[in-house]
């Protein structure tokens, strides 16, 4: 797998993207023709109502599904097109995640759930461990090291989350409904923690939300309307 370079712009390139399920004898058309660029350092916020599509879009552009026409690009890689070990290879050195569940281990202390980026990238264990506290540490977790997902709260389990999503510096996280969980000061916090990352370190965050609250997070808006991009919005640009 070829580096992403640090220099494209935009690192992603969603180019006549078509999504369709069959459903009996029908067709249910999820996205009809999106062409969409995300630039690198961007928090881009993909906004829709249930049925909009937004959870079908984030699955192409994380390389969940197979579109039925068009192509995903990340990085100048066509990750539409690779095969799922290829996807998985990539996924782990160039994607993270952030879920609305969380997706902890419940058999895994927070230290180690935060440490499997590391895990899977081969390196050692006491360095991955080493790395993972200190990620703990720096989202106000350090007394919870050795804590088990079901000894947390919802808040302390989303902000492990954070940290395992961006401990191993990927390109691109993909935070899907990542305060969906959460009360309303939790979610303010979530929020400034996952934007004060992605500044720090310069990553892409691609948003996917129903909540108009989160577009004052995102540098932009994408709206989707059944299937389709309605709006694109630029709200401010960082300098970078």
Same mark, same amino acid.
Do not use: Y
């Given at each position: 797998m070829k580096e992403l370079s640090r220099r494209a712009r935009p690192i992603i +390139? =969603?180019?006549g993207l078509r999504k369709e399920y069959p459903l009996g004898d029908e067709t249910v058309v999820a996205l009809k023709h999106i062409d969409l660029q995300i630039m690198r350092g961007e928090i881009c916020c993909i906004f829709g109502t249930s049925g909009s599509g937004k959870s079908t879009?984030?699955?192409?552009?994380?390389g969940m599904e197979k579109p039925t026409r068009g192509e995903v690009r990340i990085g100048g890689v066509p990750i539409s097109r690779l095969n799922e070990e290829q996807l998985a290879a990539f996924r782990q050195k160039h994607l993270g995640f952030v879920f609305q569940a969380y997706n902890l281990l419940p058999g895994l202390t927070a230290t180690e759930n =935060?440490?499997?980026p590391l895990l899977f990238r081969g390196v050692p264990p006491a360095q991955r461990e080493a790395a993972?506290?200190?990620m703990l540490c720096r989202v106000g977790l350090s007394h919870r090291l050795d804590h088990y997902p079901g000894q947390m709260s919802g808040g302390q389990q989303q902000r492990a989350g954070i940290a395992r999503a961006f401990l191993a510096r990927p390109d691109v996280v993909f935070a899907d +409904?990542?305060?969906?969980?959460? @009360?309303?000061?939790?979610t303010v916090e979530v929020m400034q923690?996952?934007?004060g990352f992605a500044r @720090?370190?310069?990553q892409t965050i691609v948003l996917v939300t129903h909540d108009p609250e989160m577009a004052k997070y995102a540098d932009r808006i994408v709206?989707?309307? @059944?299937?389709e991009i309605v709006s694109d919005e630029v709200i401010r640009r960082e300098n970078t």
């Open positions: +390139e =969603v180019k879009l984030l699955n192409q552009l994380a =935060v440490a499997m993972a506290r200190k +409904e990542p305060t969906g969980n959460l @009360d309303s000061k939790t923690m996952i934007c @720090d370190f310069h709206k989707l309307i @059944d299937g």
